[in-house]
């Protein structure tokens, strides 16, 4: 409950940034109680709305709708005591110590570059962003050891195949060059699953742990070099459904990466002239969201 509140709050507060008008006798409990699923639709609406009016591009659009679920699932699940229970569905499908299953989804991959402002002798000084998050597929699959009832370690084999974009700008002449880093990650993540107590057909939870991972695909004589290997922290959280004959599993994390990617050592080049490029760059350092639906 003091998370639905929480979030309750957060969402008032953004509603009245964007002039929405809000009745106060919505968000009374006795409200609540009676009409959870037209709370819970009301304040999808909202969310969606807030949503569409920040984020102009479609891709961006897709992403925070599935946030917007994934965030309500947590609000919507301290709401549903107000309602009858159901009959449950795999009712002792927890209590198994092993869990198996398979994932599919999407990622957004970016890369955050720290400039130095380094200026050749021809006055060149370039520098490097990353300027969107660029989706990619994902896919796995999910072995999970139960530690207890609220407690569970998983271990989730993994692929990922996307690209980010760098683009280069000469502050001297405002020239500037794109160059497309594409990657094939293979990861193994070792996470710690914490979950709430199950409701019906429902069980919220949260998800912590480090994801090491290797690229396949590195290209070399490229503008700028990335190492194959970094290690990945992530935090993120999901809700488990319950189905007669299997549970549906929609998760989202946030990993970010902990060590510098850029590769110093360019011994691969052929042209010096590219060597600018990366002593223009200190460090960079990889962001992912990760959006997964498991099946088991």
């Known amino acids: 409950m003091f998370l639905s509140a929480a979030f309750s709050f957060f969402f008032i507060d953004m509603c009245k940034k964007q002039r929405f008008k809000i009745q106060k006798s919505f968000y009374k409990h006795s409200a ?3 009409a959870p699923v037209r709370f819970i639709s009301n304040m999808s609406k909202l969310f969606y709305q807030y949503y569409t009016t920040n984020c102009q591009q479609a891709l961006c659009r897709n992403i925070a709708r599935v946030c917007c679920i994934l965030v309500l699932l947590f609000i919507a699940v301290p709401i549903l005591h107000a309602q009858k229970r ?10 198994r110590k092993l869990h198996y299953g398979f994932f599919a989804g999407m990622h957004m991959q970016d890369i955050e570059l720290v400039n130095n402002g380094f200026i050749d002798e021809n006055g060149n000084n370039w520098y490097a962003d990353a300027p969107n998050y660029e989706p990619g597929f994902s896919v796995g699959v999910l072995a999970e050891l139960r530690l207890n ?3 569970g370690l998983r271990v989730i084999p993994s692929m990922h195949f996307g690209s980010k974009d760098i683009k280069f700008v000469n502050k001297l002449d405002d020239a500037h060059e794109i160059q497309n880093i594409k990657s ?3 990861a ?6 914490i979950a709430g107590e199950r409701f019906n057909n429902y ?3 949260a998800v912590v742990g480090v994801n090491p991972m290797y690229d396949l695909t590195v290209k070399k004589q490229k503008n700028l070099l990335v190492k194959h290997f970094d290690c990945y922290i992530e935090a993120g959280f999901g809700c488990d459904f319950y ?4 549970k549906f599993i929609p998760e989202i994390k946030f990993a970010y990466g902990l060590s510098n990617i850029i590769n110093k050592n360019r011994s691969d080049l052929t042209n010096p002239e590219q060597l600018i490029f990366t002593n223009s760059v200190d460090k960079g350092k990889s962001k992912m969201i990760i959006i997964t639906f498991y099946f088991e």
């Open 184 to 186: 094939t990650y293979v």
């Open 149 to 151: 009832n609220h407690l």
């Open 188 to 193: 193994i993540p070792v996470d710690l699953k």
């Open 203 to 205: 069980r919220p939870y």
């Open 243 to 246: 189905g007669p004959f299997f």
């Open 86 to 95: 159901k009959v449950q569905n795999r009712p002792y499908v927890d209590q």
């Open 32 to 34: 609540i109680k009676q």
